[in-house]
Each structure stands twice: as structure tokens, then as C-alpha cells.
Nanobody, 124 residues
């Protein structure tokens, strides 16, 4: 069973930056993983994904501002977020698919394992 624990959320002003971390209980070198977010009253959306080969994809609204990466030795998934705006506010979740997949996927149905989330609040 893969356990995921997110950290790094917080409250920032618009234009600020945060780095989210997702610590995994098992090695993730072959896992495809992703970050999702959910704002109050809205559906969960995929933000950034990285596949088993390291290819990445992003939802259009964060392109050029967010970057997803994996440190396989530390078993940590990161999400670097820059130039944040209030529309980025929400609970951010880490997700993992424990089998090899060479396509980064932003659909929540593509992942079996989820963390409990970390809150990001961006004020104007």
C-alpha cells in the first residue's frame, strides 16, 4: 500500500511562491504521479503530472508558473509554484499510480493512491 503525505502548503500573497512536497512510503522511481487541487464548491482538477519516464504535463492555467518533479532517491514528489494568484487557492493532493505508465495523466481516475492534502491560500 502506497502512503502519501503532502506538506508545504500555506498562505501567501498574490505573486508569491510555494513548494509542495509529497513524501511516499515506497520507492517511486517507476510510478507515475500527479498533483490535483480542489477549490471550495468546485470539482477536483489535475494540475501537473509526471510519468514513469519523467515526462510532464500541466493544466493550461499553470503553464509557465508551476513545475512538477520527482526525487526518486528521497521518494518525494514536488510541485514548485510561482507567481501564485487567488485562483490557485485550494486543497492540493498528491496521487500515485503504482504501475509503469509512460503518459502523464491529469485524470483522477488514473490514480489509485491519494494523500490527504495540503491547503494553499493565495490572497490578493
Amino acid at each position: 500500500q502506497v502512503q502519501l503525505v503532502e506538506s508545504g502548503g500555506g498562505s501567501v500573497q498574490a505573486g508569491g511562491s510555494l513548494r509542495l512536497s509529497c513524501a511516499a512510503s515506497v520507492g517511486i522511481s517507476l510510478h507515475s504521479m500527479a498533483w490535483f487541487r480542489q477549490a471550495p464548491g468546485k470539482v477536483r482538477e489535475g494540475v501537473a503530472a509526471i510519468d514513469s519516464g519523467g515526462r510532464t504535463t500541466y493544466v493550461e492555467s499553470v503553464v509557465g508558473r508551476f513545475a512538477v518533479s520527482k526525487d526518486n532517491a528521497k521518494k518525494i514528489l514536488y510541485l514548485e509554484m510561482n507567481n501564485l494568484n487567488p485562483r490557485d487557492t485550494g486543497m492540493y493532493y498528491c496521487a500515485a499510480h503504482e504501475y509503469v505508465r509512460y503518459t502523464p495523466d491529469l485524470l483522477s481516475s488514473a490514480y489509485e493512491h491519494w494523500g490527504r492534502g495540503t491547503q494553499v491560500t493565495v490572497s490578493s
